[in-house]
C-alpha cells in the first residue's frame, strides 16, 4: 500500500527552549490525529537544547533541521515552509503546548467549512492563567485592530503562503504575516475551543509591550501602508484589546 499522504505539516522554530521543548513536543505526539510531520527548525540552540531534542531525530513524522547559526524566528518558519509539501500548515511556539483534539478538531473544522484561515480560543499559563476567547472571524482590518490569534492557534491551507514571508523583524515577526495572510484569504475564522495552552513569561509582560507597540507602529507604515491617524487608532485599539485579554501586567 501506498504511504498516506501528509495532510498537516507542523511549523516549529526552537531556539534554548531546553526547559519546555520536551512538553512541547510530547503535546504534537499525543494529537489524536496522526497524520501529521512535524519540522523543528533550531536556531543554533546550546548544547542542553540540542540533546533534549536528537531524541525525537529517529521517530519517522519528525524532522529536524539544524542551523548553523542564529537567524531568528522568522527565518526558521520561512525556512520551514518552504520544506513543506502538505495540504495545511500549523504553527506552534517551542514554549506552548496543544491539547490532544487540537489538529483534529480544526482540520475538521476547516475541511467541513472550506476555510483557508483558522484560529483557536486558548488559555493562558506560566505567570498567568486566563481563558481567551478570540473574535468569532477577523478581516485585515478588524485584526490590526486586535491581533488576537495566537501564532500556536493558527492552520492555513499552504497554498496562501505562496509568495508570503514572515518579515524578518527583531519581534512582531508573525504580525505582518498574519496581515498578509488576511489580505489574501479575506477572513480568518475562529474555533470556539480552548485547545491551545500559551505559555506566558516575563518577555511577553508589560516588559516587552513597549517594543511590541513600536513593531507594529513600524510594520504598519512601512508595509500595511497605514496613515498616522489609521496606525494610532490601531495601536489604541490594540492596547485595549491586549488590557481586556491580559490585563494591565
Known sequence: MANKKTE??????NYNSSSFIDKTIQSV??????????IIIDDFSNKETREKIKKYEKLKRIKVFWLKKNRGAAYCRNFAINKSKSKYLAFLDSDDIWEKDKLKLQLQYMKKNNYNFTYTY???????SRKISTPEKLNFYSFIKNTSIATS????KRKTTKNIKFTYTTICEDYYFKCKILKKTKFAYCLKKYL?????????????KLKNFYWIWKINFRYNKLSFL?????????????????GFK
Open 153 to 156: 492557534t493558527m492552520m492555513v
Open 122 to 128: 486558548y488559555k493562558t499559563f506560566g505567570l498567568q
Open 29 to 38: 505526539l499525543n494529537q489524536n490525529f496522526k497524520n501529521w510531520k512535524l
Open 230 to 246: 489609521e496606525n494610532l487608532s490601531s495601536l489604541f485599539f490594540i492596547s485595549l484589546s491586549s488590557i481586556k485579554r491580559y
Open 196 to 208: 491551545t495552552k500559551y505559555r506566558v513569561s516575563k518577555n511577553s509582560l508589560q516588559s516587552n
Open 8 to 13: 498537516i505539516d507542523i511549523i516549529l522554530p
